[in-house]
């Protein structure tokens, strides 16, 4: 009779733990997929196949396309450990600070989440144009850094009046992936350098803007 109200405590199921155990593998096996995928992209592997990642993760390729139905799904679970990795290195930085503070330390939080970025979005540029998961990713991204702009920024945005919507997308390409890689791959810039460039940037569009009449 004990075993039966344990197994009825547990949902029918008498064998909890081997459930569990099951799941915990299934997810170290997940993890381990992604981190591989992850980390082949990190290091120049811009178009790792299903072999390499199923190597590097040490799983068959079998067990990888059971975990993961498609590429897509993939590639959202790589975004969501890059997008983990981001908030790791982040910090908020305080609305109250004087303008010109304000501009060095979110060019330089920019410079260093776009340095995380790169190389996946490197990576997705070659296949962007095929991938609704890639273009969604991208979007999001954008629209976090459109949000983290609007609020670090939200008296010089007010000031451009009519220009607002503009001088916001003015800010938006120059501190987001379009901007970054423009300095560091065509123009190879050091990081140093890029951001530099970026701040200049930046301080140019918001005091022009708040000096030109709307």
């Known amino acids: 009779m004990a075993d039966s109200h344990t197994a ?13 155990g ?42 990888l396309w059971t975990n993961f139905k498609d590429l897509e799904t993939l590639f959202a679970a790589t975004d969501a450990l890059l997008v983990s990795r981001q908030e790791a290195a982040w910090t908020e930085i305080s609305p109250a600070l004087p303008f010109t503070t304000r501009v060095d330390e979110f060019c330089r ?6 340095e995380i970025v790169a190389p ?4 997705a540029t070659i ?10 990713n991208r979007k999001r991204h954008i629209a976090r850094v459109r949000t ?3 609020a670090l920024f939200a008296h010089e945005l007010a000031a451009a009046g009519a220009g607002r919507a503009q001088l916001l997308d003015a800010l938006s ?16 810039l050091s990081t140093d ?22």
């Open 148 to 150: 983290e702009i609007e």
């Open 193 to 214: 350098e890029a951001r530099a460039t970026m701040s200049r940037t930046v301080t140019a569009l918001l005091v022009t803007a708040m000096a030109t009449p709307m």
């Open 173 to 188: 390409v120059t501190t987001t992936w379009a901007g970054w890689s423009l300095l560091r791959d065509e123009l190879a």
């Open 8 to 20: 009825l405590a547990n949902g029918g199921n008498s064998t909890p733990g081997r459930v569990d």
């Open 127 to 136: 296949k962007q144009p095929f991938s609704a998961q890639l273009r969604d």
């Open 22 to 63: 099951r799941t915990a593998r299934a997810e170290r096996t997940r993890r381990a997929i992604v981190e591989a995928h992850y980390a082949l992209i990190s290091e120049g592997d811009l178009k790792p196949t299903g072999e390499r990642i199923a190597d590097r993760a040490g799983v068959s390729l079998r067990a």
């Open 109 to 114: 939080q920019r410079a260093r989440m776009l």
């Open 120 to 123: 996946l979005a490197r990576a």
